[in-house]
Antibody, heavy 121, light 108 residues
């Protein structure tokens, strides 16, 4: 059974930084691309970033590029999202999601339970 | 960036009725790389349909997807109480992999 467990939930001041983690199990982690998707309180889903199975290719939402870095450690079956210069509008539940391919055109067939990031002074 | 517009924003129906949800793209979605997700309060989204019309294993056959190009539809043939939720379409043909704003399906 695929399991994705996010961690890193925190209250952060504007301008601060935070790293989220997603521990994966139940599948061969390195074979699949992974993404982060976020959802602001009471709002819809917003794709944030994706990384290929090897970690060699990444993609970011244009509005977030430059403030985020997605990475993965296939030896630890863990996905990361480093977020810098956080703003109030970054407040959201952040989900990690598993793609059904190694890279390229793929939706998400498994999701974590989400971790809440709150940016406030 | 491909913008997805879902309609209606809210759909009020009764159990047993048929639901038709629309997703329109601002440009053609390549190879019908369009997915539908269901999200219930406090839960993560769940994949229902991929490739515009392929149902995920385990999803009841009352759920069906159709469409191509810029117009896509999710149909729930006969609503069950557990189907009342928010539904999102997503295109995954080109980055950024955008979502629609969602359709809330509520009990009338």
């Amino acid at each position: 059974e695929v399991q994705l467990v996010e961690s890193g939930e925190d209250l952060v001041q504007p301008g601060g930084s935070l790293r989220l983690s997603c521990a994966a199990s139940g599948f061969t982690f390195s074979n699949y691309a992974m993404s982060w998707v976020r959802q602001a309180p009471g709002k819809g889903l917003e794709w944030v970033s994706a990384i290929s199975g090897s970690g060699g290719s990444t993609s970011y939402a244009d509005s977030l590029r430059g403030r985020l870095t997605i990475s993965r450690d296939n030896s630890k079956n863990t996905l990361y999202l480093q977020m810098n210069t956080l703003r109030a509008e970054d407040t959201a539940v952040y989900y990690c999601a598993k793609a059904w391919s190694n890279w390229g055109s793929s939706g998400f067939d498994s999701w974590g339970q989400g971790t809440l990031v709150t940016v406030s002074s | 960036e491909i913008v997805l517009t879902q309609s209606p924003g809210t759909l009020s129906l009764s159990p047993g009725e048929r639901a038709t949800l629309s997703c329109r793209a601002s440009q053609s979605v390549s190879s019908s790389y369009l997915a539908w997700y269901q999200q219930k309060p406090g839960q993560a989204p769940r994949l229902l349909i991929y490739g515009a019309s392929s149902r995920v294993t385990g999803i009841p056959d009352r759920f069906s997807g159709s469409g191509s190009g810029t117009d896509f539809t999710l149909t729930i043939s006969r609503l069950e109480p557990e189907d009342f939720a928010v539904y999102y379409c997503q295109q995954y043909g080109s980055s950024p992999y955008t979502f629609g704003q969602g359709t809330k399906l509520e009990i009338k």
